[in-house]
């Protein structure tokens, strides 16, 4: 059990740009989630996959963003034309079953300028 | 709509004084309750869970926590903290959607 791993950890980039973070759960763990969590706060459910399927979403993960399972591994998690607003911490998370604990990876941080 | 309320924020506490950190969720049916921890530049560590059976459930590091479904709540209880503690606590719900829901965390200091 290697743990989840997220990657980059640091992000900073200009408004306006895209950015890509990627998620790798735990290997035996079939159900990824992403959450983001800002200063101050817990984090907030973003999206939910079983597999490859992608379950549920937020009303939080607006256009702009969009996530990925495609082989039921990694997950990615895209975010277009960002906005200052975006600046958060992104945690990805996994589970082996539905009722499961999920096991939270390290975070990506982003900061936009 | 559900929700998590944690009601200490900020707590500072000498060491080997007693911990309670208060957490009630909103949701009158079958839940998950979970306490997270993280320390300074790690990252969300499972303290504790309660799923069913035993209300007192023990977890690492010398935590418990006590699920009072007629309070709706399950605060964390330490009794004696170290310096080691310091971090900041998020209780979360699980109520049968994929998603935890958190609370808005508390930061506990313990001082040497």
């Known amino acids: 059990d290697t743990g989840v791993s997220q990657d980059p950890r640091h992000k900073i980039t200009k408004r306006g740009q895209n950015v890509t973070f990627r998620c790798d759960p735990i290997?035996?763990?079939?159900?990824l989630y992403w959450y983001r969590q800002t200063l101050g706060q817990g984090p907030e459910f973003l999206t939910y996959f079983q597999n490859e399927a992608q379950l549920e979403k937020s009303r939080l993960l607006s256009d702009r963003f969009s996530a990925e399972r495609p082989k039921g591994s990694f997950s990615t998690l895209e975010i277009q034309r960002t906005e200052q607003g975006d600046s958060a911490m992104y945690l990805c998370?996994?589970?082996?079953?539905?009722?499961?604990?999920?096991?939270f990876g390290p975070g990506t941080r982003l900061t936009v300028l | 709509a559900q929700s998590v309320s944690q009601h200490n924020h900020h707590v500072i506490l000498s060491e080997a004084a007693s911990l309670e950190l208060g957490c009630n969720y909103s949701?009158?049916?079958?839940?998950?309750l979970f306490w997270y921890v993280q320390y300074p530049g790690q990252h969300l560590q499972l303290l504790l869970k309660y799923f069913s059976g035993d209300p007192l459930v023990k977890g690492i590091k010398g935590f418990e926590a006590e699920f009072i479904k007629s309070k709706f709540s399950f605060n964390l209880r330490k009794p004696s903290v170290q310096w080691s503690d310091t971090a900041e606590y998020f209780c979360a719900v699980w109520s049968g959607t994929y998603k935890y829901i958190f609370g808005t965390g508390t930061r506990l200091k313990v001082l040497a």
């Open positions: 290997s035996e763990h079939n159900r």
């Open positions: 998370a996994s589970s082996s079953k539905f009722q499961d604990t999920q096991y």
């Open positions: 949701y009158g049916g079958t839940v998950n």
